[in-house]
Structure formats: structure tokens, C-alpha cells
């Protein structure tokens, strides 16, 4: 069955870096899209940033400059490097892909920005 694991999150500094990581299993992982969203307290769960099969890739306006989504094929995992953090980044990182027009998600990743 398709499984994401995410890790890499923790508590930085603003300003501070971070880089995420979402192994992926049971998928062709060459042959789809992969993102990242993200869901602070109280909030709705927002895409951070896609890359689709060919490298294309997107972000939300609020992380463009900011963060790079990237994927290594040969590894299946997506990785997302986020430099110059806020404590408004601070969220559950969750990595994503829809396969049939089905989503699958993995449990998430706390990132936490403060000083």
C-alpha cells in the first residue's frame, strides 16, 4: 500500500533553516506529482509546494524565495529546504500525492519557529 513518512521538523530560531524529508512506498514514484502542505492551529490545511514528475515545480506565494521542494527518484523522497523561517511557518508539514484522484497523506512533521 502507499506510504509516506515525514522527518526532518523541529524548533529553529527565525531565521533558522530546516530541511524536510517524505520517503515514499508502494508507488511508481517517478510517475507523480509530489506536495507539500501545511496545517497551523486553528487553521486550514494549505499547499506549500508541488513538484510534478518532470521537475516542475510551485510554490505558494508566502514561501516563494524561500523554500525549494525537490525529489530524488532514485531514493523516493521528496525533500522541502526552508531557509529564512518565521514564526509564522510554524505548522504540520504534511507530504502528499493523488493517485487515481485519491489523496494519501503522511502523519505530518512539527515545525515550530521561535525564539
Known amino acids: 500500500q502507499v506510504q509516506l513518512v515525514e522527518s526532518g521538523g523541529g524548533l529553529v530560531q527565525p531565521g533558522g533553516s530546516l530541511r524536510l524529508s517524505c520517503a515514499a512506498s508502494?508507488?511508481?514514484?517517478?510517475?507523480?506529482?509530489l506536495r507539500w502542505y501545511r496545517q497551523a492551529p486553528a487553521k486550514q490545511r494549505e499547499l506549500v509546494a508541488a513538484?510534478?514528475?518532470?521537475?516542475?515545480?510551485n510554490y505558494a506565494d508566502s514561501v516563494k524565495g524561500r523554500f525549494t521542494i525537490s525529489r530524488d527518484n532514485a531514493k523516493n523522497t521528496v525533500y522541502l529546504q526552508m531557509n529564512s523561517l518565521k514564526p509564522e511557518d510554524t505548522a504540520v508539514y504534511y507530504c502528499?500525492?493523488?493517485?487515481?484522484?485519491?489523496?494519501?497523506w503522511g502523519q505530518g512533521t512539527q515545525v515550530t519557529v521561535s525564539s
Open positions: 502528499n500525492v493523488a493517485i487515481q484522484f485519491k489523496d494519501y
Open positions: 508502494g508507488i511508481i514514484f517517478s510517475a507523480y506529482a
Open positions: 513538484i510534478a514528475s518532470v521537475g516542475t515545480t
